[in-house]
C-alpha cells in the first residue's frame, strides 16, 4: 500500500476547465455590457434589463468559479490530513511491526 495519496486525476483538469469557463462568462458578461449602450438609445428599461445581464454574468461566472475552488480546496485538505494521519500513524508504530 502506498504511504502518499496523490490528488484525484481530474483536480487539475477541473481548475482549469473552471477558469477557461469563468473566463468565457466573463467575457459573455462584457459583451452583453458593450451592447447594452445601443438598447439605451431606444429604451432606458431595456438598456438596464440588458445591463442587469451582463452584470449577472460576470458575478454568476465568478461565484461558481469560486465554488469549485472552494470544493477543490476541500478535496486538497482531505487528502493532506489523510496524508498526514498515516504518516503519524506510520511514524509511531513500533520497529518491529513495521514491513
Same mark, same amino acid.
Given at each position: 500500500? @502506498? ?5 484525484? $486525476? ?5 481548475? #482549469? =476547465?473552471?477558469?477557461?469557463?469563468? =473566463?468565457? /462568462? ?23 434589463? @440588458?445591463?442587469?445581464? /451582463?452584470?449577472?454574468?460576470? #458575478?454568476?461566472?465568478?461565484? #461558481? ?10 478535496? $486538497? ?15 509511531? @508504530?513500533?520497529? $518491529?511491526? #513495521?514491513?
Amino acid at each position: 500500500m @502506498e504511504m502518499q495519496m496523490k490528488m484525484p $486525476k481530474l483536480y487539475a483538469f477541473v481548475r #482549469v =476547465a473552471s477558469q477557461i469557463v469563468a =473566463a468565457l /462568462g466573463c467575457i459573455t458578461g462584457l459583451v452583453t455590457l458593450y451592447a447594452t449602450l445601443k438598447l439605451f438609445r431606444l429604451s432606458f428599461m431595456l438598456g438596464m434589463a @440588458e445591463a442587469a445581464m /451582463g452584470v449577472f454574468f460576470i #458575478v454568476g461566472s465568478l461565484v #461558481v468559479l469560486g465554488l469549485i475552488y472552494g470544493f477543490l480546496a476541500i478535496v $486538497k485538505a482531505q487528502v493532506d490530513i489523510r496524508n498526514a494521519t498515516v504518516l503519524s500513524m506510520h511514524m509511531t @508504530e513500533s520497529p $518491529k511491526n #513495521v514491513q
